[in-house]
């Protein structure tokens, strides 16, 4: 496809010397076998491309460049492709991708006349001209630029999501076939806690006998609130008593934290209804429960209802005809949605929690009430990803009463979760639990992932380096959609 009078290119604008900056080459669409080839190897040569860890579409590889003008072109699945979001130029091979690396500030080279104009990409001259500024020697610092989007759009697209959510309800997320776990309130709290690990759920609805409903949920939330209870040396809470005590004398008798109104919805009741509730509420599932007297009695609980749940609904119905909404296709980068790592300069964000893996279990339990998030990113000194800490997380101290000889000032959040491991294959567990997605990915790509069973959020993570950049969970996607 290229021949070797092409590597012209390569000296236009070169500057002499042999100083080499190895730069990052990125490729974020997928596929099976992806090389790279430029003229920087006189396209002579395939530099094979690498997968990132949990990161299955983006491939990359480490090449080294001369300070210069250089064009390159990547090669997926036997295909030349070049990358539509970088800046690139159109000849008599097709079109390929450009990169200018400049030592001297004040150095700016001539280039070719050939420069896109009026694509898909929407480059111009004038920001073509900038410089890479290298920082970590990563192609990713390039500008890229980002599809625009109006007011309009976005609001049409709300108003479109809004609609599909009111005409839908709860009935249409029951599945064919399920299991519900229920706890009765008169069941100890430590065997509750203990369920929960053994089911691997993070919750579950609690059903009285007495009354003949259901009166409340029992969630990680719970357990971690009294474990830090006991570990209050001021408290009157005791070993024996989380023994001993059931349900409901610790939902009735020990703290008002616990005492807030049991949250459930009808079977008929909208999609867009259930959505509020959960969001208002802070909650991550609300049971759904029918009962066919006037009187409430007799109750059925039929399913719980999550907002994965009603993403997966969204998606199923919006996938055929995307083009409905202009929103779908932007990275999420250029939308309000998510936490996001706030930038040198930027005081009025919301901050991102992460912890490194030394950090004591207290802090990460205090870390996830105060700051009422669900889960924490765990990351090592240069902020790269390596695990994640979730409310759920806290129910593996259940498992042979790990929680009555552990001090959780001197437990790690390393030691913690490798306590969580046991009952797993370690890859299943990471693949389920540290989700991630690059700042350049779709709203859609975001959506449809979050959509899969058991994912509640995904770490926004520079691709390479899994760097944290930020998170996008379900609850900020739907408070984006739904204000």
Not at 72 to 101: A, M
Not at 162 to 179: D, I, N, Q, R, V
Not at 428 to 455: F, I, K, W, Y
Request: hydrophobic share 40%; glycine share 6%.
């Amino acid at each position: 496809m290229f021949s070797p009078s092409m590597d012209s290119t390569r000296d236009a604008g070169g500057v002499a010397g042999t100083v080499l900056i190895p730069m990052r080459f990125v490729w974020l669409y997928g596929g099976r076998n992806v090389y790279l080839s430029g003229s920087f190897t006189r396209w002579s040569e395939l530099l094979q491309m690498s997968p990132v860890e949990g990161c299955p579409t983006v491939f990359q590889v480490i090449h080294s460049l001369a300070p210069g003008y250089h064009q390159y072109k990547f090669c997926v699945d036997g295909e030349w492709r070049h990358d539509e979001h970088q800046p690139c130029v159109s000849g008599e091979y097709g079109i390929v991708n450009t990169i200018l690396l400049a030592t001297d500030p004040n150095f700016v080279p001539g280039l070719t006349r050939d420069i896109i104009s009026g694509s898909n990409m929407d480059v111009d001259n004038e920001a073509f001209r900038r410089m890479v500024r290298l920082k970590d020697n990563t192609l990713s610092n390039v500008l890229l630029p980002l599809p625009r989007i109006s007011d309009a759009d976005i609001q049409t697209s709300r108003q479109r999501i809004s609609a599909f959510l009111s005409m839908h309800t709860a009935y249409e997320l029951l599945p064919e076939s399920g299991k519900v776990v229920t706890l009765d309130v008169d069941l100890p709290v430590k065997q509750a806690f203990h369920i929960l690990h053994e089911q691997g759920i993070p919750m579950a609805p609690l059903w009285d006998l007495c009354k003949g409903q259901f009166v409340g949920v029992l969630s990680a939330l719970d357990f971690i609130l009294i474990l830090r209870e006991l570990g209050n040396h001021g408290s009157n809470l005791t070993e024996e008593e989380l023994e001993t005590h059931t349900i409901s004398a610790w939902k009735e008798g020990k703290w008002t934290a616990f005492s807030r109104c049991f949250i459930h919805a009808g079977p008929y009741e909208n999609l867009k209804d259930i959505a509020v509730k959960i969001l208002q509420n802070g909650i991550s599932t609300v049971p759904i429960i029918h009962s066919s007297s006037e009187d409430g009695s007799f109750p059925q609980l039929l399913h719980l209802a999550s907002l994965s749940g009603i993403l997966k609904s969204i998606c199923r119905y919006f996938r055929n005809c995307s083009s409905s909404l202009p929103i779908l296709q932007v990275p999420i980068c250029a939308i309000p949605v998510g936490t996001w790592v706030p930038k040198i300069g930027e005081s009025n964000c919301r901050p991102l929690a992460m912890l490194r893996p030394s950090a004591s279990l207290t802090s990460a339990l205090n870390l996830l009430v105060q700051a009422q998030v669900s889960s924490i990113p765990i990351v090592d000194d240069s902020d790269s990803l390596l695990d994640i800490y979730c409310r759920s997380d806290i129910t593996a101290l259940a498992k042979d009463r790990a929680y009555t000889h552990i001090n959780l000032d001197e437990m790690t959040v390393h030691h913690a979760l490798q306590l969580g491991q046991d009952s797993y294959n370690p890859y299943e567990l990471r693949s389920q639990r540290c989700q991630m997605c690059l700042r350049t990915d779709s709203l859609h790509e975001v959506m449809e992932r979050l959509a899969n069973p058991g994912v509640r959020r995904l770490v926004i993570v520079e691709a390479g380096s899994k760097r944290v950049e930020g998170i996008v969970s379900l609850s900020d996607i739907f408070k984006f959609f739904l204000g």
